[in-house]
């Protein structure tokens, strides 16, 4: 995802959500994002970032797109195509990875779906689907079909501490045995629905992937049997300074085209043993060599906030630039990350934040700056 307001409509007319009219009855604050009309907030930011923290939020994801991979050579092509290792995912699994250059960096980062022995789905950011689906379809062998079916899908994402509970007021499901990073087939509300826990707020709870005719009732439903709990909808703010508390990349500013997984922590993705795959040449030259940079954690001592773009500086010199800053309503302390050389990257490094010609003060510390409590 970018940073919300950012993107182009097609034919400079946004698209709009299944959901759409029920934002803006919510008193949603509709801005254009990647060639969508969405809410960015409702009640308010702060109110809204809380509420997941505490009780749940309910986001209206569906502007992401999902490509969907089958045919005999599904597994071997993908695994071709991303470098984390799907032939480690059985049916009801999922993993985060991503869509690599030749160069060993970041076309968009994804999450994959084994939905059967044959059968895949990726789920990639708003912003890139296009061009992730040429990039997908252009590497296509002949014995693997790949199919935009982001029009199939509405997406909405329950999250918080008490997403279990009011979820399962509206289904059978054993939500108890869905591990992290798992998915199952449902009912939810008497209508089909894909049922996956994943999350980008760095807490507990589930994303329902259903048919887009089914989501307003699906959203009334699930705002109704979490009104007690304190259930509020939530915008694209809130998903963007929940994910930068849990230290979660985001697509443009933490990851691009110019970084390397190693730099931006997501080494763990990279199976180079696996075999070839797109980019791997480059990565294993990387690997060999050492990265020069690598992403920080950083809080500013006093008031002031640095945000993407802000540049940093030790003794004078510049030596980075900050991805993502806000102010967190969680630790209460204005934070983000940072693209800083190797050497400044260890934990008390004072830094120093040029905004807008006036200096911060601030130091490296560590990621993630939340953990939900076990």
């Given at each position: 995802?970018k940073?919300p307001?950012?993107?182009?409509?097609?034919?400079g007319?946004?698209?709009?959500?299944p959901?759409?009219?029920?934002?803006?009855e919510?008193?949603?604050?509709?801005?254009?994002f990647?060639?969508w009309e969405?809410?960015v907030?409702y009640s308010?930011?702060?109110?809204?970032?809380?509420?997941?923290?505490?009780?749940?939020?309910?986001?209206?994801?569906s502007?992401m797109?999902?490509?969907?991979?089958?045919?005999?050579?599904?597994?071997?092509?993908?695994?071709?195509?991303?470098?984390?290792?799907?032939?480690?995912?059985?049916?009801?699994?999922?993993?985060?990875?991503a869509?690599?250059?030749?160069?060993?960096?970041?076309?968009?980062?994804v999450?994959?779906?084994?939905?059967?022995?044959t059968?895949?789905?990726?789920v990639?950011?708003?912003?890139?689907?296009?061009?992730?689906?040429?990039?997908?379809?252009?590497?296509?062998?002949?014995?693997?079909?790949?199919?935009?079916?982001?029009?199939?899908?509405?997406?909405?994402?329950?999250q918080?501490?008490?997403?279990?509970?009011?979820?399962?007021r509206?289904?059978a499901?054993?939500?108890?045995?869905?591990?992290?990073?798992?998915?199952?087939?449902a009912q939810?509300?008497?209508?089909?629905?894909?049922v996956?826990?994943t999350?980008?707020?760095?807490?507990?709870?589930f994303?329902?992937y259903?048919?887009?005719?089914?989501?307003p009732?699906?959203?009334?439903?699930?705002?109704?049997?979490?009104?007690?709990?304190?259930?509020?909808?939530?915008?694209l703010?809130?998903r963007?300074?929940l994910?930068?508390?849990?230290g979660?990349?985001?697509?443009?500013?933490?990851?691009?085209?110019?970084?390397?997984?190693?730099?931006?922590?997501?080494?763990?993705?990279?199976?180079?043993?696996?075999?070839?795959?797109?980019?791997?040449?480059?990565?294993?030259r990387?690997?060999?060599?050492?990265i020069?940079?690598?992403?920080?954690?950083?809080?500013i001592h006093?008031?002031?906030?640095?945000?993407?773009?802000?540049?940093?500086?030790?003794?004078?010199?510049?030596?980075?630039?900050?991805?993502?800053?806000?102010?967190?309503?969680?630790?209460?302390?204005?934070?983000?990350?940072?693209?800083?050389?190797?050497?400044?990257?260890?934990?008390?490094?004072e830094?120093?934040?040029?905004v807008?010609?006036?200096?911060?003060?601030?130091?490296v510390?560590e990621?993630?700056?939340y953990?939900?409590?076990?």
């Amino acid at each position: 995802m970018k940073e919300p307001g950012e993107g182009v409509a097609e034919n400079g007319v946004a698209s709009r959500s299944p959901l759409d009219t029920r934002h803006r009855e919510a008193g949603g604050r509709m801005i254009e994002f990647a060639g969508w009309e969405m809410p960015v907030q409702y009640s308010g930011l702060m109110e809204e970032h809380r509420a997941v923290r505490t009780a749940a939020g309910l986001f209206d994801i569906s502007h992401m797109g999902e490509v969907r991979v089958d045919g005999g050579g599904a597994e071997s092509f993908l695994q071709y195509l991303t470098p984390n290792d799907v032939s480690k995912l059985v049916p009801g699994q999922a993993h985060y990875s991503a869509l690599l250059s030749e160069e060993g960096t970041y076309i968009d980062d994804v999450l994959v779906y084994r939905l059967g022995e044959t059968e895949f789905l990726l789920v990639v950011n708003a912003a890139n689907r296009a061009g992730d689906f040429d990039h997908i379809r252009e590497l296509a062998q002949d014995d693997v079909t790949v199919e935009d079916v982001s029009d199939d899908y509405a997406l909405l994402a329950l999250q918080g501490p008490r997403a279990p509970e009011i979820l399962s007021r509206l289904t059978a499901a054993e939500l108890s045995e869905l591990k992290y990073y798992r998915f199952l087939d449902a009912q939810v509300h008497d209508r089909p629905a894909l049922v996956s826990r994943t999350g980008y707020t760095g807490e507990d709870g589930f994303e329902l992937y259903v048919a887009p005719e089914t989501a307003p009732s699906l959203w009334d439903a699930l705002m109704e049997a979490g009104a007690e709990a304190g259930l509020k909808p939530a915008g694209l703010g809130a998903r963007d300074t929940l994910r930068l508390e849990a230290g979660m990349a985001l697509y443009g500013h933490e990851i691009d085209r110019f970084t390397y997984p190693w730099e931006a922590g997501l080494g763990w993705t990279i199976k180079l043993k696996k075999g070839a795959f797109v980019g791997s040449e480059a990565l294993a030259r990387v690997k060999a060599e050492g990265i020069r940079r690598r992403l920080v954690g950083f809080e500013i001592h006093g008031r002031g906030i640095a945000r993407q773009g802000h540049t940093i500086w030790v003794d004078d010199e510049e030596v980075g630039a900050v991805t993502s800053g806000t102010w967190s309503p969680t630790v209460e302390k204005a934070l983000g990350m940072a693209y800083v050389p190797k050497a400044l990257a260890a934990v008390g490094t004072e830094l120093e934040f040029d905004v807008r010609g006036r200096r911060l003060q601030g130091a490296v510390v560590e990621l993630p700056f939340y953990k939900r409590p076990k």
